[in-house]
């Protein structure tokens, strides 16, 4: 799908230019260089765009990409495949298509016909990508919803997308949906991974010609819609992302030739573990785009920290997906593991050496240094052996790219995994996008910010400072099948995101907020809240922060505490562990937390900063509506359900000098 984008309005201070290079590789490996193009309005930065590294298909769909292995490389190795024992099992490229083909004739022979919208419910695990292909391959449309979803909420999906069959991973699901079949008359059937029926639809197809597959994939084209994907919906009710063929390989086909160090053999074959929801279009891009580039893909349902490491540690895999909040984790565990066997000063002196070997590496990769020195080098040597290997192995071993996306990791954390040999991708994206819509490029990273356009993109900051997305990977609408259409998702070429940004004098994108959750005090101080909450989320003892002060004399908290890091804190001081609850009180805690909150302060003025805050009893879950399958605050929903809490950080307001400014 081509999309014309207008130009910046005319200026006599706009400039043209860039003083940087994307990196991308031709089909040998050798990296090559493309500038971004800078566009300037009054000396300030407003687009950066980067050319497309690989033409847009004219003709053909995801479906053909199974069979397209199977011919060119039939013996290679695309998936592994976990086994209920936790043992896997290699899936090659003709093994793949075979499949495929088998559950693409059963899905003909259950009478679904091209355009059908089939639904899927389940966790991360092959099936699903299985299903994706096969469901294409027939001409079908795939719906995802997250198996944590609520029975409304998966009613709201199937009846918007209109979906004739749904498949959910096991009986449960499928059950507890029984009193919503009468709401849902266009369902027409129900499968169920776990009760064998994908073998049971494989067996059913066996009369169906090959020929008849070839119709259907015949029949697709770049414009032809692939699938629906709902909004998590942190407000008001989910959109269904209406996102074509040609959407996907606008992003995939981008991205493989971007990230090389991800989707090309340069140290053995690279391979991907995907734990993160399938069901949400980040994990979604990732699986299809391995299977594009030929890169094992392994799927990890479980994660539970005993079987997340033991899925990595029997896999092995090179690149993985993740999102900040995992990544805090796993620092945290890292030093409190340290701490408890008497070695928290080796850490702390291992952490900040690799920051500042991480942020070395940027200097010399961005021209603005010379690299690490000798001595800075001999350290980090010192700290691999005692620390920074220990921490590799826990990711299985072999891993040296991490790709992370949801939200803002921060400076601090990616300088640090840089400097433990774990070079990290930093992105932005949104469903509408089809994932991804910038990264920090190979070899020009800046650290803290999300990176350039993806290659084919463009960004603009509106005058409001919202971020304008452009390009082949931006969805073509939204859903609207009670209309019998789509409903437009774009003004004038551009998607807005509902995001606030800033773009640098090299067009590197950050992520300062989102426009419909900025504060307004009373004073008229307008506060975006992200960059504090995020600072807060990393400390040990926290899980979850969300500021508020919406016409509000200043910015309050409200707290979650971290039963890890609570009891790790509790063992440190010699004291009995106790379920955090018990411990909303405690005058040593919250002296911890104040002092956390006075760091998170010194990132803004004193009008933006947490003047008050509070412990909560119980952490924010999906469970119970306040976070999103992708860990997104639900910021409507816990404010209604703590409301109370809430007016308590208010009710000693007094004329303290300051509290209104």
């Known amino acids: 799908m081509s999309t014309r984008i207008p130009p910046l309005p005319s200026s006599p201070n706009r400039i043209t230019g860039s003083g940087a290079s994307v990196f991308s590789t031709e089909y040998d490996g050798t990296p090559r260089l493309v500038e971004p193009q800078i566009q300037r309005l009054d000396g300030v930065v407003r687009e950066v765009s980067v050319p497309p590294f690989a033409p847009l298909p004219k003709y053909g769909s995801l479906a053909d990409l199974p069979f397209d292995n199977a011919t060119a490389d039939p013996a290679r190795i695309i998936l592994s495949r976990r086994l209920p024992d936790c043992s896997w099992v290699d899936v090659t490229a003709a093994d793949f298509s075979s499949e495929v083909l088998a559950i693409a004739k059963g899905l003909i022979t259950a009478g679904l016909v091209p355009g059908d919208r089939i639904a899927v419910m389940a966790r991360t695990r ?61 369902l027409r059937h129900m499968w169920v991974m776990d009760e064998g029926h994908m073998s049971h639809l494989a067996e059913s197809g066996t009369y169906v010609s090959d020929s008849d597959i070839g119709v259907r994939r015949g029949m697709l084209g770049p414009d032809t819609l692939a699938t629906i994907i709902y909004t998590s919906g942190t407000t008001g009710r989910p959109k269904g992302c209406a996102l074509t063929h040609g959407n996907f390989f606008a992003q995939i086909d981008n991205a493989v030739e971007l990230l090389y160090p991800v989707f090309k053999a340069q140290y053995g074959e690279p391979s991907i573990l995907l734990f993160l929801p399938i069901s949400h279009v980040f994990g979604r891009m990732v699986a299809i785009a391995c299977v594009r580039a030929r890169v094992r893909l392994g799927h990890a349902p479980n994660l539970s920290r005993e079987e997340l490491l033991e899925d990595l540690s029997a896999f092995k895999p090179t690149c993985l997906l993740t999102i900040p909040y995992m990544l805090e984790k796993v620092y945290n565990s890292a030093r409190a593991k340290a701490e408890s066997n008497g070695r928290a000063k080796v850490f702390d002196r291992a952490a900040a050496v690799a920051q500042s070997y991480g942020e070395a590496l940027e200097s010399r990769q961005t021209g603005t240094g010379d690299g690490p020195g000798r001595s800075l080098r001999a350290l980090r040597t010192v700290y691999d052996a005692l620390v920074y290997r220990k921490i590799r192995s826990a990711m299985g071993g072999h891993v040296r790219h991490i790709i992370s996306g949801g939200s803002p990791l921060g400076r601090r954390l990616a300088a640090f995994y840089a400097g433990t040999g774990i070079e990290i991708f ?116 926290i899980s979850q922060a969300i500021l508020v002060g919406e016409g509000r004399p200043y910015i309050a908290a409200l707290i979650t505490l971290d039963p890890d890091g609570i009891s790790h804190w509790r063992r440190m001081l010699g004291k009995h562990p106790v379920p955090p609850q018990l411990l909303i009180g405690d005058a040593e805690l919250k002296a911890v937390l104040q002092r956390a909150v006075d760091d998170a302060n010194k990132l803004v003025s004193r009008p933006e900063s947490i003047r008050e805050f509070t412990v909560l009893p119980t952490d924010f879950t999906e469970a119970a509506g306040h976070l999103t399958p992708s860990m997104k605050l639900r910021r409507d929903q816990i404010t209604s359900d703590f409301a109370e809490d809430i007016e308590s950080l208010y009710n000693n307001y007094g004329l303290r000098e300051g509290d209104a400014t």
């Open 126 to 186: 092959y099936e699903w990508t299985l299903l994706d292909f096969a469901a294409w391959a027939a001409g079908l449309v795939t719906v995802p919803i997250y198996p944590t979803s609520s029975n409304f909420q998966t009613r709201w999906i199937l009846h918007d997308s209109g979906a004739v069959a749904l498949v959910t991973e096991t009986a449960e699901q499928a059950s507890a949906l029984g009193p919503e079949l009468q709401h849902l008359p266009g």
């Open 426 to 541: 930093e992105g932005y994206g949104l469903t509408e996008t089809t994932g991804a819509t910038t990264v920090t490029p190979p070899l020009r990273p800046r650290l803290g910010t999300v990176g350039w356009p993806i290659p084919g993109t463009r960004i603009r900051i509106a005058a409001d400072g919202e971020v304008l997305v452009a390009g082949d990977h931006v969805l073509r609408g939204y859903w609207d099948f009670a209309a019998g259409g789509l409903a437009p998702s774009t003004r004038n070429g551009w998607l807005p995101t509902g995001d606030l940004g800033e773009l640098d004098s090299d067009g590197y994108l950050t992520i300062t907020g989102r426009k419909k959750e900025l504060l307004i005090t009373a004073g008229g101080k307008s506060v975006a809240p992200a960059p504090l909450e995020n600072w807060l989320r990393q400390h040990p003892l």
